[in-house]
Every structure is written in structure tokens, then in C-alpha cells.
């Protein structure tokens, strides 16, 4: 224990202080986001994909900008802004686009899961049990449930990241009640 602590204090990391009103008020606001995507998922998804277009477009605009003070990587900059811009503003104006980068997302997952679940299921065969292949071929059918209907899963998506949210936000409020009272 006494050695965790000494390489937590040569990072830095013991001055590292939340107050409690910190931990409370992302509670709150992790709750609240939660209820909305359990409530209200497609107002609440199109809310934050546009959310995200606003950061691409800003970025994008940046990008640019950061042109007029240094001209290194000019290239790259240049191309990252003008991409920004493009993809913020088709956010905004296609209707369909948070659905679309929804289904992306949830394709990425089913890719990740079939290869989390090949692991698991190597791994099985090395002596992990068979606890550990139920889990990889549990895996690697999610994954491929995934891939086959992307859509589907961007539907069922934000409830639930609405159930994570709220039980999160609620861990964190705990949390951060119990800091104040110590």
C-alpha cells in the first residue's frame, strides 16, 4: 500500500482535491442527462449529436484560424478545419445525421465486441474456463447482432446509456453527500 502511495505522490497526484460540491453538482447534472435519455431519447441524442457538430464546427474554425499565428503542419490544419466545418454543418443540416453517427458508433461496438469476445475466447482455450469462453461467444454474438442491424442498436442505444447516467449520477451524489459529512 505504502508503495501505490509513493508512486501516486511522485506523479502528483496527492494534492489532487475535488470539493464535494463538484462530485454533487456532476451527480446532478449526470442524473438529469440520464432521465433525458431514458425519457426522451430521440430530443435528447439529436441534442447532443448537434451539441457535437457545434464542438466539429468551432473546431474547425479554429483550426483555420490557428493558421494566421503559426503556419507549421499547415496542411493538415487546413484540411482538419475545412473537414470541422463540413461535418458540423451537415450535422445541421441533415436531420437523419445523429441517427447515422449512432449506427457508426454502435457498428464500431459490434466490432470491438467480436474482437473482445475472439480474446475471450482464446484465452478460454488456454486454460481460462469455460466461464471465459461463455463470455467470449456471448461477445462475439452481441458484436455480430450489432453489425447486422446497427440501427436497431443506435435506437436502444441511449436508454441505455439513460440507465448507466442516472445510476452513476446517483453513485456520485452519494459520493460526494458522504465527502461533505467527513
Known sequence: MEQVTAEYSRMGYEGLQVPWWVVVLEGIITIILGLFLLFE??????????????????GGILSI?????????????????LMGILIGVIVFV??????????????????????????????????????????????????????????????VLPWIYGVFLTIGGIAALVWG???RSE
Open 94 to 155: 441533415y436531420p437523419f445525421i445523429p441517427f447515422a453517427v449512432l449506427a457508426l458508433f454502435v457498428a464500431l461496438l459490434g466490432i470491438l465486441s467480436i474482437v473482445y469476445g475472439a480474446l475471450r475466447l482464446a484465452w478460454a482455450f488456454k486454460g481460462g474456463g469455460l466461464g471465459t469462453a461463455i463470455l467470449g461467444i456471448l461477445t462475439i454474438a452481441l458484436g455480430i447482432l450489432l453489425l447486422v442491424n446497427p440501427f436497431a442498436g443506435a435506437v
Open 41 to 58: 431519447p430521440v430530443g435528447t441524442t439529436i441534442t447532443l449529436v448537434q451539441i457535437l457538430g457545434i464542438f466539429w464546427f468551432l
Open 65 to 81: 484560424l490557428s493558421l494566421l499565428v503559426d503556419r507549421e503542419n499547415m496542411g493538415w490544419k487546413l484540411l482538419s478545419g
Open 177 to 179: 453527500i458522504r465527502m
